[in-house]
């Protein structure tokens, strides 16, 4: 029998983290624009409202960034993507306005910030899967970009480690459009509990 979305996200022992939600990312000077456009139609205002109710609810709100040192090194190479990345004129350095959260989300006292310098995903090789079970979470709902490669991934981790996933899929992004509502349908349909934005908020409220 399916859960009540209301125990499964219960503030107790939920978290909701965002994935890549930062200046250099999703801003107006991102590394992928075609992303970063995307993710204004409706993913960028939901995940503030989501982070208002969050908070409100007494939800820990946990901010995944991720960076590039100046040397390059610590950071990935093995992939196209880290190599577009690399050769972008948008430079994630830690500590830049790059990498900080968009201020339409923004970052409060009670938030946490974590940053990695490689990978695809906030979860693998990170604080992050510490830092949860240090809280006592054990759902997380995961938004931010992008679909294609990012949040995928940080499903597929988060799983695998035993958290249940929930995915508002009006606040996540991905391009073209088309494929990233294919690969909500046919791939994180499958391994996530799928919602929309309203629908937590009214849990939360």
Same mark, same amino acid.
């Given at each position: 029998?399916?859960? *009540? &979305?209301?125990?499964?996200?219960?503030?107790?022992? $939920?978290?909701?983290?965002?994935?890549?939600?930062?200046?250099?990312?999703?801003?107006?000077?991102?590394? &992928?624009? !075609?992303?970063?456009?995307?993710? #204004? /139609?409706?993913?960028?205002?939901?995940?503030?409202?989501?982070? /208002?109710?969050?908070?409100?609810? =007494?939800?820990?709100?946990?901010?995944?960034?991720?960076?590039?040192?100046?040397?390059? /090194?610590?950071?990935? $190479?093995? %992939? #196209?993507?880290?190599?577009?990345? #690399? /050769?972008?004129?948008?430079?994630?350095?830690?500590?830049?306005?790059? *990498?900080?959260?968009?201020? @339409?989300? =923004?970052?409060?006292?009670?938030?946490?910030?974590?940053? #990695?310098?490689?990978? !695809?995903?906030?979860?693998?090789?990170? +604080? !992050?899967?510490?830092?949860?079970?240090? !809280? =006592?979470?054990?759902?997380?709902?995961?938004?931010?970009?992008?679909?294609?490669?990012?949040?995928?991934?940080?499903?597929?981790?988060?799983?695998?480690?035993?958290? +249940?996933?929930?995915?508002?899929?009006? %606040?996540?992004? =991905?391009?073209? @459009? @088309?494929?990233?509502?294919?690969?909500? @349908?046919? $791939? &994180?349909?499958?391994?996530?509990?799928?919602?929309? $934005?309203?629908?937590?908020?009214?849990?939360?409220?």
């Amino acid at each position: 029998m399916a859960r *009540a &979305l209301s125990d499964v996200i219960a503030p107790a022992h $939920t978290a909701l983290v965002t994935q890549e939600c930062q200046n250099g990312v999703i801003g107006e000077q991102a590394v &992928l624009p !075609l992303l970063a456009d995307a993710a #204004r /139609k409706e993913m960028i205002p939901n995940v503030s409202r989501l982070v /208002k109710a969050a908070r409100a609810a =007494g939800v820990s709100v946990i901010h995944c960034t991720a960076v590039r040192r100046a040397d390059g /090194k610590g950071s990935s $190479t093995n %992939a #196209r993507l880290f190599m577009a990345v #690399r /050769k972008s004129p948008v430079t994630l350095l830690p500590g830049s306005e790059a *990498a900080q959260v968009v201020s @339409e989300i =923004g970052v409060e006292a009670d938030d946490v910030v974590l940053s #990695r310098l490689h990978g !695809l995903g906030p979860m693998a090789g990170t +604080d !992050l899967d510490s830092v949860l079970r240090n !809280l =006592g979470v054990r759902t997380i709902v995961g938004v931010g970009v992008s679909v294609n490669v990012g949040m995928t991934n940080f499903a597929m981790d988060a799983v695998n480690l035993g958290y +249940d996933f929930v995915l508002p899929r009006d %606040a996540v992004a =991905g391009v073209p @459009e @088309e494929y990233a509502n294919a690969v909500i @349908e046919n $791939t &994180l349909s499958l391994i996530t509990t799928l919602v929309r $934005t309203e629908d937590v908020i009214e849990v939360w409220s």
